[in-house]
């Protein structure tokens, strides 16, 4: 049984970082790829930053160039730099093995003072 478990969150001031990072345990049999989602109150859960397998990195247009994902085997990081309060949000690891399935962290809270 899969488990992602992801740490890093936290309080952190306006223009400050702070660096993500979930830990995939379990049996995995082959990874298509691995990614940041993030949810703000009262909003959809998005899209932050995600790298397929073999490929590059996608973020969300409003993090570019402030966050970098990065992914080593079973890991995935999320470095965050020059954060906003909008970055305010739960920010969950995700999962996704070549059939289809997709397994989620429980998530962690950033919370970006102004």
């Known amino acids: 049984q899969v488990q992602l478990v992801e740490s890093g969150g936290g309080l952190v001031q306006a223009g400050g970082s702070l660096r993500l990072s979930c830990a995939a345990s379990g049996i995995i049999v082959s990874i298509k790829a691995m990614g940041w989602y993030r949810q703000a109150p009262g909003k959809e859960r998005e899209l932050v930053a995600r790298i397929i397998s073999g490929g590059s990195p996608n973020y969300q247009d409003s993090v570019k160039g402030r966050f970098t994902i990065s992914r080593d085997n079973a890991k995935v990081y999320l470095q965050m730099n020059s954060l906003k309060p909008e970055d305010t949000a739960v920010y969950y690891c995700?999962?996704?093995?070549?059939?289809?399935?997709?397994?989620w962290g429980k998530g962690t809270l950033v919370t970006v003072s102004s």
């Open positions: 995700n999962l996704e093995v070549v059939y289809g399935r997709n397994y």
